[in-house]
T-cell receptor, first 114, second 113 residues
Framework: EAGVTQFPSHSVIEKGQTVTLRCDPI?????LYWYRRVMGKEIKFLLH????????ESGMPNNRFLAERTGGTYSTLKVQPAELEDSGVYFC????????????FGSGTRLTVV | DQQVKQNSPSLSVQEGRISILNCDYT??????FLWYKKYPAEGPTFLIS?????DKNEDGRFTVFLNKSAKHLSLHIVPSQPGDSAVYFC????????????FGSGTKLNVKP
């Protein structure tokens, strides 16, 4: 089975620009999560989708971040406009419905805002 | 405020010896705990878990211990192998939302041949 796919793997943008990250979860996984790791610190929760609905977006830093999950399949995370502090590695993960244990993570998108 | 803490950023161990990675948490509502392993340029991969009704869980060379009164968990790797060299994250979730995990900042383990 294909794993969680994220692209791009790296993105370097200037402050003020817009970037869109994409995540394709494992087929059949209703739960999709976005997490972020900044500057070697802890991995922090951003939000959780169940199918196309946002179940929990309590970790979204501010309204410059917009996440969508079209038709309950892939998800995008848009940052507009990007700020220097948005730099970090953005991880997407997915899990089957009803399972509270470990998810499957993608390899992440390293975002650098200069 | 960080609810899960890994106070050792790095650990170096000789091959064949035991590796002990530690993790502390502050939220008494945490009910479920996991360890993830991460290689460079890859996402974290699930390693082992434990629920709060247990104090120990084993899977091959990996054992997780939970001390609820101390709000402390540890991961033991015996014997350590060079392929175990990676960053290890502990994570916890609460009974109010078992889908949302709080992660530590990771411990980089180096197993020397």
């Amino acid at each position: 089975e294909a794993g969680v796919t994220q692209f791009p793997s790296h993105s370097v943008i200037e402050k003020g620009q817009t970037v869109t990250l994409r995540c394709d979860p494992i087929s059949g996984h209703d739960n999709l999560y976005w997490y972020r790791r900044v500057m070697g610190k802890e991995i922090k929760f951003l939000l959780h989708f169940v199918k196309e609905s946002k179940q929990d977006e309590s970790g979204m830093p501010n309204n410059r971040f917009l996440a969508e999950r079209t038709g309950g399949t892939y998800s995008t995370l848009k940052v507009q406009p990007a700020e220097l502090e948005d730099s970090g590695v953005y991880f997407c993960a997915s899990s089957q419905a009803g399972l509270g244990y470990g998810y499957t993570f993608g390899s992440g998108t390293r975002l650098t805002v200069v | 405020d960080q609810q899960v803490k890994q106070n050792s950023p790095s650990l170096s161990v000789q091959e064949g010896r035991i590796s002990i990675l530690n993790c502390d948490y502050t939220n008494s509502m945490f009910d479920y705990f996991l360890w993830y392993k991460k290689y460079p340029a890859e996402g974290p991969t699930f390693l082992i878990s434990i629920s709060s009704i247990k104090d120990k869980n084993e899977d091959g060379r990996f054992t997780v211990f939970l001390n609820k009164s101390a709000k402390h968990l540890s991961l033991h790797i015996v014997p350590s192998q060079p392929g175990d060299s990676a960053v290890y994250f502990c994570a916890a979730s609460g009974r109010d939302n078992f889908n949302k995990f709080y992660f530590g900042s990771g411990t980089k383990l180096n197993v020397k041949p």
